[in-house]
């Protein structure tokens, strides 16, 4: 007989799941022309309870339900990320999804059993538990990219990510399974040991780390895997638009870091290479494939394939120094995004959404305050003092320069100089282009509050920089015991 | 011994043959009967090996339940399987050179091979000895002790597949006249019946 494992550090997450299956079954027995918004705010309650929970219980590093699932400061960090993402999109989806008429409590549940696999994914201690974290994530992401049914872009969207994800997963687990031939084992903290204890390195490991490398770039939307993300972003609605270029690309890249760095961090020489190949490519692609794009949702989609690579530029330098630039780049990301997609939301004309770049021309003089704050995330966007995204980028540099990594930090601060371009170009179209017609008036409460937060995140951060640096570096810490 | 290397290679070929007959067969029908011939043939297989509990597992849920359910499946959709290989023979020559390119680079991976040394300490789940703990109990202490944190978390992803399939195609149609009970049985007699004297030679 044997005793059943410490359940308990992984509370958050049973709490999640749990609470999705509630909500689940609260919204298919209630009646009335509300339940898709009573949902969707009892599912921001859950998540806050979930930060809480997330951020109470955090303490010392600790691995239990047999080695499979770890608790530790890096993943606080980044779980919290996840959850504030997952939070501002759905209180972003209420009234998006009531004007398109797809207003369907569904939407919230889905959007917390796909948090639910991202926690499981930071969490993971384990090549079984990272692969199964990533399919339930998936599973529910592929879903609410197609929530709008009827509309042949959602559709075609979330078929698209449906073909392309499951062959990257399909890449991860046949690096997986070489993984494991050579190893013996899927657990990290094992698989460190091993890769330590063995002199030499095998030619069968190397191609395993690749291919797990190739699944995980897919995922964060890397060069060369991120053909998938310009058509889903366009296509999916732009709430969960918003949802995907913060809260999965998080959890994804917490993913990335924990493996390169914990599981194979003895093999750093081998696997530098790939992902600075990555990194650089993303750099360019993403700052010369946005400046022709016409819809803003796409020119969005090249920008986070473009701030990917400045991430993956900490995960090259593989430093206590490049994983706090991370922590401090998808901080900062998350709130320059989040407040731009509820900009992109509030582009409607007769009630009809449009996505047009010209149709923001003259936004200055008709809504003088939209443009103002799109101005202020594009700016920290383009990476201009003293605007949050400058810092972003700062730390990320700063790292890159330590670890002796000099001509990538040059390619990095040379791609945000023709990424600024297309920036810029907005801003200008806002306030220097006759008008080209007014967008609806009175955005709603719930955007309002959202798109404040995220002003002042970024406006501020240059006030108060020491919370989230000061715990970025507490975090970045615990991934490297000794 | 005899008897048993008999059997073995019996149940083995048939295996592979139905494999094949299920792939090549031209009637899907035929396809899935020569799939529940293979399970059949794979649960000996598991019998021959002392895994009593796969196999029955193998006869009842997958002939029992998911064959059957395929075979449901074949009749209903009435599928021309011979239109969608229409495109094989064309791509054949391509799909073949990459992969026996795919093929070889994989052979010079696996000719260098080198297992590391540590294996042997660091297997996570070590198979028990079959004398110790019956089939039944090594499968349960694997699935729901070892690996109850996945096991449950295979569980949720099952759960988002089925919300996801009701989400994305369930359409509640108008004008559908479903039979409501409580509005049968709270009906009241005065909004259905109404009494009418009729006198004689009158009419209503």
């Known amino acids: 007989m044997q005793a059943l494992p410490n359940f308990l550090p992984a509370l958050p997450e049973m709490f999640l799941a749990a609470s999705a299956m509630a909500l689940l079954i609260l919204g298919v027995f209630q009646k009335g022309p509300h339940v898709a918004r009573e949902i969707a705010w009892l599912g921001v309650i859950v998540l806050v309870a979930a930060i809480a929970l997330v951020t109470g219980f955090a303490g010392e590093r600790q691995v239990s339900l047999y080695g499979m699932f770890i608790s530790d400061g890096f993943g606080v960090f980044m779980s919290v990320l996840v959850l504030l993402g997952a939070a501002f999109s759905i209180v972003m989806a209420i009234r998006f999804n009531e004007q398109e008429g797809v207003a369907r409590f569904e939407y919230t549940v889905l959007v917390l059993l796909a948090v639910t696999g991202m926690l499981m994914m930071i969490a993971a201690n384990d090549l079984i538990a990272l692969y199964l974290g990533l399919e339930l994530q998936n599973l529910a992401l592929y879903v609410i990219a197609s929530f709008q049914r009827d509309r042949t872009r959602s559709s075609e969207a979330g078929l698209k990510y449906f073909v392309l994800g499951a062959l990257s997963s399909g890449m991860l687990l046949y690096g997986a399974s070489m993984v494991y031939g050579f190893a013996g084992t899927t657990n990290f903290d094992v698989l460190a040991r091993t890769i330590d204890a063995t002199n030499g390195v095998s030619i069968g490991l190397v191609t395993g780390i690749v291919f797990v490398a190739v699944g995980l770039a897919f995922k964060v939307s890397a060069v060369p895997f991120h053909m998938w993300t310009p058509d889903v972003y366009e296509g999916a609605p732009t709430p969960v638009t918003a949802f995907f270029s913060v809260a999965p690309k998080t959890a994804a890249l917490a993913l990335f870091v924990r493996v390169m760095i914990y599981a194979f961090g003895e093999l750093v020489d081998q696997w530098q290479q790939v992902i600075m190949a990555i990194s650089v490519a993303s750099m360019i692609l993403g700052a010369l494939a946005a400046i022709n794009q016409r819809n803003i949702k796409r020119l969005m989609a090249y920008s986070s394939i473009g701030h990917v690579g400045y991430a993956l530029i900490g995960l090259a330098a593989g430093t206590p120094a490049g994983v706090r630039g991370i922590l401090v780049y998808m901080t900062i990301y998350l709130f320059m995004n989040i407040g731009t997609f509820t900009v992109i939301l509030c582009m409607r004309r007769q009630g009809r959404l449009v996505e047009d770049i010209g149709d923001l021309a003259g936004l200055a003089r008709t809504q003088p305050m939209l443009a103002a704050a799109l101005g202020i995330f594009m700016f920290s966007l383009a990476g201009i003092p003293p605007l949050a995204g400058f810092f972003a980028k700062f730390y990320i540099f700063m790292a890159a320069i330590d670890a002796r990594l000099f001509w990538l930090a040059v390619l990095g601060v040379v791609t945000s100089v023709v990424g600024a371009y297309y920036y810029v170009r907005i801003v200008k179209i806002m306030y220097f282009d006759e008008p080209a017609g007014v967008f609806d008036r009175g955005i709603g409460r719930e955007l309002q509050a959202v798109l404040l937060i995220a002003a002042a995140v970024v406006l501020l951060f240059v006030v108060f920089p020491a919370p989230i640096i000061g715990s970025a570096e507490q975090a970045s810490a615990t991934l490297f015991p000794g | ?204």
């Not at chain 2, 073995?8 to 299920?22: Q, R």
């Not at chain 2, 020569?34 to 796969?54: K, P, R, T, Y």
């Not at chain 2, 020559?93 to 040394?117: K, S, T």
């Not at chain 2, 004008?175 to 509005?183: T, W």
Request: hydrophobic residues 60%; charged residues 15%.
């Open chain 2, 1 to 204: 011994m005899i008897v048993q290397a008999i059997c073995f290679w019996l149940f083995a070929a048939i295996t592979v043959a139905s494999g094949a007959m299920v792939v090549v067969a031209r009637n899907p029908v035929h396809s899935v009967l020569f799939l529940i011939l293979a399970f059949f043939n794979a649960a000996g297989l598991f019998v021959l090996m002392g895994a009593e509990f796969l196999a029955l597992i193998l006869v009842i849920v997958y002939v029992g339940a998911v064959a059957v359910l395929f075979l449901f499946v074949v009749m209903m959709l009435d599928i021309n399987f011979v239109e969608l290989r229409e495109g094989f023979l064309r791509y054949l020559p391509v799909g073949v050179v990459i992969g026996v390119v795919l093929f070889v680079e994989l052979l010079l991976v696996f000719g260098a091979w080198v297992v590391a040394p540590e294996v042997a300490k660091s297997i996570a789940a070590p198979m028990p000895q079959p004398a110790e703990v019956s089939n039944t109990v090594a499968l349960g202490q694997l699935l729901y002790t070892r690996y109850v944190y996945v096991f449950q978390a295979a569980g949720m992803i099952l759960l988002v597949a089925m919300i996801g399939a009701i989400v994305l195609t369930l359409r509640s149609r108008e004008g559908v006249r479903k039979q409501s009970i409580a509005r049968q049985v709270g009906r009241k007699r005065s909004e259905t019946l109404e009494i009418v004297k009729v006198r004689p030679r009158e009419g209503v």
